[in-house]
């Protein structure tokens, strides 16, 4: 399944359409700030979609984190700004120990980074902001190694 995630579009509704139109993905992320934006994007009928609640999500009642197993890997959905993630990822990493994690993706920094801890993959897709318009695309499935690919929407 391909599953697009993205965070930190800050009034870019319009980045977030075209997002939808070029993907078409069976599932997709959002990683906070820029809740609202959602309101005015037309999301595809039945379209599975997971939120968490940024710093400039103050009002939204979306977690700030969601953790949940898909495809028997443990997923972490964090916009990352209670973790610190501007200085660094260790409280993601210690997270990635104690939860048994395979896959944390989180937003705040609007840069797109991807490393490996141990057997966990750790992802910004980086800001959908305009001028920005970073995502990143995640394909799993239960018998196969999870694949991220970070992608920019003027690319490809």
Request: glycine share 8%; charged share 25%.
């Amino acid at each position: 399944m391909k599953i697009c995630i993205c965070s930190d579009s800050h009034g870019n509704a319009f980045g977030l359409q075209r997002l939808l139109a070029r993907e078409a993905p069976d599932y997709l992320w959002f990683l906070g700030d820029g809740l609202r934006d959602w309101e005015r994007v037309k999301l595809p009928p039945l379209l599975p979609f997971a939120a968490v609640r940024g710093n400039c999500d103050p009002l939204c009642e979306e977690p700030e984190e969601r953790c949940f197993t898909l495809c028997g890997k443990r997923i972490l959905l964090t916009h990352g700004h209670r973790r610190g993630v501007k200085t660094g990822l260790l409280p993601l990493e210690a997270e990635a120990v104690e939860q048994g994690l395979d896959l944390i993706f989180y937003g705040h920094t609007h840069r797109p980074a991807a490393e490996r801890f141990g057997a966990c993959q750790i992802v910004c897709p980086g800001s959908m902001s305009v001028g920005e318009e970073r995502y990143a695309i995640l394909n799993l499935s239960p018998d196969a190694p999870a694949q991220v690919d970070l992608r920019r929407l003027e690319e490809r």
